[in-house]
């Protein structure tokens, strides 16, 4: 009579509730990290755009004028490199980043006599973490309630300095 083998590994049927509870397992854990990551974008969102805020109130402070409102003329720096830009969107980027005079003139060095303000961003315009992008569109729209245009960066408007995420 010829023995009975033994029996080594698993059965179909078992093999397959294991993946079905690995499956159920699966789609309640996913989910809780996809919420997680929103989560974070929305927290970098209102952290980004809250230091943007706070740095362009303090350029009103200390010019009168919100940034972008006024050119960055040619002017002479003692300790850096003049830099000149137009009225809009050059002139929001170079004001905020560098250093700069009472009259909104900006270079990329300091002078305790000229260029004392400033830098307000110095690590630049952050990325707006709902929109991928550190744009800035600078608008005169002057009225509150500046609407999304869906750029994927900054609305700022330089007449009300109302600031907002473009995405």
Not at 38 to 64: C, F, I, K
Not at 108 to 114: E, L, N, R, S, V
Not at 147 to 166: I, K, M, P, Q, Y
Request: charged fraction near 15%; proline fraction near 4%.
């Amino acid at each position: 009579m010829p023995k009975a083998r033994d029996m080594k590994g698993f059965t179909l049927v078992e093999l397959l509730i294991v993946v079905i509870i690995l499956a159920i397992l699966a789609a309640i854990v996913v989910p809780q990290f996809t919420a997680t990551t929103d989560d974070a974008r929305a927290s970098a969102y209102d952290s980004n755009l809250s230091a943007m805020r706070a740095a362009v109130e303090l350029y009103r402070q200390q010019h009168t004028v919100y940034p972008g409102a006024v050119a960055s003329g040619t002017v002479t720096c003692v300790n850096g490199v003049n830099e000149t830009a137009a009225i809009g969107d050059a002139a929001f980027l170079t004001q905020m980043t560098r250093y700069t005079n009472a009259a909104g003139d900006a270079c990329t060095g300091t002078d305790p006599a000229q260029f004392r303000f400033g830098p307000y961003l110095k690590d630049g315009i952050p990325v707006n973490p709902l929109g991928t992008s550190n744009a800035v569109v600078v608008v005169t729209t002057g009225t509150l309630g500046l609407a999304s245009a869906g750029g994927g960066g900054w609305r700022f408007d330089s007449v009300t300095g109302e600031l907002v995420g473009d995405e």
